[in-house]
């Protein structure tokens, strides 16, 4: 996969958030261009996140996703059920292995493997930077997880 900027994931992000509109065409090609994230999303193991916690994965996704097609056009492959499973398997052991105990520590042992480390500086600083308190301290972890996982997934397909 072609390198993801900060500007463009910085622009995507501005708009998604600012535009309605922009939001519900996103939500519209999610549903149709990738049915397993979105079928992963309604699964058991999301009822553990708060509703404001599940909307703000929403949104994120579209702006990892919003930013990809940016870079790559208007086509991304349709991620698979297994190589999402894989990709989250591989990223719970990488967390599993580290023994820092505050969040950001944590999340050092991603950077030094990614091509896409605008994308997961992104991600970190969404998880971290919220003040709105749309998230809760457990919620930060498996939705950094989520989103990487996300990423290496398509990451192997582009």
Same mark, same amino acid.
Do not use: C
């Given at each position: ?24 065409? $996103? ?9 397993? *994230?979105? !079928?992963?999303? @309604?699964? +058991?193991?999301?009822? #553990? %996140? ?36 894989? $990709? ?9 292995? *580290?023994? !820092?105990?505050? @969040?950001? +520590?944590?999340?050092? #042992? %991603? ?48």
């Amino acid at each position: 996969m072609q390198f993801i900027d900060e500007a463009i994931i910085d622009q995507v992000a501005v708009h998604l958030g600012t535009s309605e509109e922009a939001r519900a065409l $996103a939500i519209k090609h999610f549903e149709t261009e990738q049915p397993i *994230v979105l !079928a992963f999303l @309604f699964s +058991e193991n999301f009822e #553990v %996140f708060l509703p404001r916690e599940r909307e703000y994965l929403l949104f994120l996704i579209l702006v990892v996703l919003e930013s990809i097609k940016k870079v790559h056009g208007k086509s991304t492959p349709m991620i698979t059920e297994e190589g999402l499973s894989i $990709a989250e398997e591989a990223n719970w052991g990488k967390m599993q292995e *580290v023994s !820092a105990k505050k @969040f950001r +520590e944590r999340l050092d #042992v %991603f950077f030094s493997s990614t091509p896409q480390e605008d994308l997961l500086a992104f991600i970190e600083d969404a998880l971290l930077d919220e003040e709105e308190g749309i998230l809760s301290k457990e919620g930060r972890e498996p939705i950094f997880i989520i989103l990487k996982s996300i990423i290496d997934a398509l990451s192997g397909m582009l």
